[in-house]
């Protein structure tokens, strides 16, 4: 019954290596969202998703690429990891502006270790 | 581009009093909504309250109020009778409204305030 859910939720990996990062979301929300939390707590936006589109793509390196197979996932793709990848990274989903509610709601959040 | 300034990095506050968390925002648009977040150290991103810019009455959500000063660019967190559940990062941000129903409007976060619940 949890609303947004990620797995893993802890990566450890070495430099070099693709990993995947999957979420998923049970709140029939239309948008969904990556951030990036990085070791001074600061949260920055990647990408997000509306009806599997892609709308929103922050500067963020082509080694990361997102994929929405259908409104309920967002999964984050990295390829050749680096050290500077390491971070908590956040799935969020909120319903469609317009709505009643607005809000953003998040994914316990996926600690991402590269070594 | 919308910047959002928390300006007290740690707070510390002794059980059942008061603290007053700042925050303030620069940005041109009219229509946005200021929200204030909570991570615990379980990390989950917690929200605690939120306020539509058009409306000028104060949000409150139990212990939690906010001073919302539009025309300051101000936006703090008063969190009263302290308890020690509220120790955490407490997170100010800013979205701006969607220009059209359906588009997605990303959050701009503050960099923080870590508040200490002490006994």
């Known amino acids: 019954d949890t609303a947004v859910s990620q797995t893993p939720k802890y990566l450890v990996t070495q430099m070099g290596n693709d990993k995947s990062i999957k979420c998923e979301q049970n709140?029939?929300?239309?948008?969904m969202y990556w951030y990036k939390q990085d070791s001074k707590k600061f949260l920055k936006i990647m990408f997000s998703?509306?009806?599997?589109?892609?709308?929103i793509n922050e500067t963020v390196p082509n080694r990361f690429s997102p994929k929405s197979p259908d409104k309920a996932h967002l999964n984050l793709h990295i390829n050749s990891l680096e050290l500077g990848d390491s971070a908590v990274y956040f799935c969020?989903?909120?319903?469609?502006?317009?709505?009643?509610?607005?809000?953003?709601?998040f994914g316990p959040g996926t600690r991402l270790t590269v070594t | 581009a919308q910047t959002v300034t928390q300006s007290q990095p740690e707070m510390s506050v002794q059980e059942a009093e008061t603290v007053t968390l700042s925050c303030t925002y620069d940005?041109?648009?009219?229509?946005?909504?200021l929200f204030w977040y909570k991570q615990p150290p379980s990390r989950q991103m917690i929200l605690v309250i939120r306020?539509?810019?058009?409306?000028?009455q104060n949000a409150t959500e139990n212990r939690f109020s906010v001073n919302f000063q539009k025309a300051a660019k101000s936006f703090s967190l008063k969190i009263s009778d302290s308890q020690l559940g509220d120790t955490a990062m407490y997170f100010c941000?800013?979205?701006?409204?969607?220009?059209?129903?359906?588009?997605?409007?990303?959050?701009?976060f503050g960099t923080g305030t870590r508040l200490q619940v002490t006994l």
């Open positions: 969020a989903s909120s319903p469609r502006q317009g709505t009643a509610t607005y809000e953003q709601y």
């Open positions: 709140l029939g929300h239309d948008t």
């Open positions: 998703y509306n009806n599997k589109e892609l709308i």
């Open positions: 940005t041109s648009e009219n229509n946005y909504y």
């Open positions: 306020q539509e810019a058009y409306k000028q």
């Open positions: 941000a800013f979205m701006k409204h969607g220009m059209r129903t359906g588009t997605a409007s990303k959050l701009t």
